[in-house]
């Protein structure tokens, strides 16, 4: 059996049934939304394989702080929240 979707289903939503409906979120919205700003899916494939261990991992404190060290990174801020050149 095939569900049928007639909207759009809010980024990292879990739905089911037929017609599907939102069933639960897959991470929490502060942890949706770093998702979103890393915006991994427009990454080289290289950098998503180096991903797969973060995306994957089911300990989402683990992730959260991956993904914060990345934004993190790609901003250039230091500790302190300071811009670097």
């Known amino acids: 059996?095939?569900?049928?979707v007639g909207s759009d289903v809010p980024p990292y939503t879990v739905v089911a049934g037929n017609?599907?409906?939102p069933i639960r979120k897959r991470f929490d919205d502060e942890l949706i939304g770093m998702m979103l700003e890393?915006?991994?899916w427009d990454m080289a494939i290289e950098e998503i394989d180096r991903l797969i261990p973060i995306l994957s991992c089911s300990?989402?404190?683990k992730v959260r702080k991956a993904?914060?060290?990345l934004l993190k990174e790609r901003?250039?801020?230091g500790p302190c929240g300071?811009?670097?050149p």
Not at 1 to 4: A, E, G, N, Y
């Open 75 to 77: 901003n250039g801020s």
């Open 59 to 61: 300990d989402l404190d």
């Open 67 to 69: 993904v914060a060290a």
């Open 82 to 84: 300071d811009q670097h």
């Open 38 to 40: 890393l915006r991994w």
């Open 1 to 4: 059996m095939r569900s049928v």
């Open 19 to 21: 017609p599907a409906r």
